[in-house]
Antibody, heavy 124, light 106 residues
Framework: QVLLVESGGGVVQPGGSLRLSCAAS????????VHWVRQAPGKGLEWVAF????????YYTDSVKGRFTISRDNSENTLYLQMNSLRAEDTAVYYC?????????????????WGKGTTVTVSS | DIQMTQSPFYVSASVGDRVTITCRAS??????LAWYQQKPGKAPKLLIY???SLQSGVPSRFSGSGYGTEFTLTISSLQPEDFATYYC????????FGPGTKVDIK
């Protein structure tokens, strides 16, 4: 069974940091790119970041560039999102999502397996 | 950046109805478009990719069409489990989602 399980969410003050993790199982993690997608309370989906299967290429949405870092450890089948300088507008459920393409480093990007999400709240 | 719009924002429909949702992109996407279903408190689920390809395990009452800047998702006969919010997503290097269409029970 293909599974993604996020962890690391919580309540943090503005300007603080959090590191999210996403543990993958049931597929060859090192062969697929992976995304982070977030959803603010009552709002739609927002793509946050993508990392290529081998970690060589990373893409970010403009609002998190320079603050968030996506990384992966293929030996541990785990994806990470280091979030620094957090703002109130970063408050959301954060999902990790597996890209559908096998060893494809470029678009098109379709997300075929999603975790249940982890909640990040930025508040003083 | 590629902007995505969806219409309508809200659909009130009955079981058995045919429902069509439209998604438009600010730039041509070729066929690089996906559709997702999301139920309250749950993660999104991929329904359609490459504009018209049905994801494995998704019922055949769901279908997608379109090319370039205009796309549609059709549910041929709405079932009770289909009441949810539907999002389109453009699949370029920097993906983006439409605002969503909520399908509710009439």
């Amino acid at each position: 069974q293909v599974l993604l399980v996020e962890s690391g969410g919580g309540v943090v003050q503005p300007g603080g940091s959090l590191r999210l993790s996403c543990a993958a199982s049931g597929f060859i993690f090192s062969s697929y790119g992976v995304h982070w997608v977030r959803q603010a309370p009552g709002k739609g989906l927002e793509w946050v970041a993508f990392i290529q299967y081998d970690g060589k290429n990373k893409y970010y949405t403009d609002s998190v560039k320079g603050r968030f870092t996506i990384s992966r450890d293929n030996s541990e089948n785990t994806l990470y999102l280091q979030m620094n300088s957090l703002r109130a507008e970063d408050t959301a459920v954060y999902y990790c999502a597996k890209d559908r393409g096998l060893v494809v480093p470029t678009a098109p990007f379709y997300m075929d397996v999603w975790g249940k999400g982890t909640t990040v709240t930025v508040s003083s | 950046d590629i902007q995505m719009t969806q219409s309508p924002f809200y659909v009130s429909a009955s079981v058995g109805d045919r429902v069509t949702i439209t998604c438009r992109a600010s730039q041509g996407l070729s066929s690089w478009l996906a559709w997702y279903q999301q139920k309250p408190g749950k993660a999104p689920k991929l329904l359609i990719y490459a504009a018209s390809s049905l994801q494995s395990g998704v019922p055949s009452r769901f279908s997608g069409s379109g090319y370039g800047t205009e796309f549609t998702l059709t549910i041929s006969s709405l079932q009770p489990e289909d009441f949810a919010t539907y999002y389109c997503q453009q699949a370029s290097r920097f993906p983006s989602f439409g605002p969503g269409t909520k399908v509710d029970i009439k």
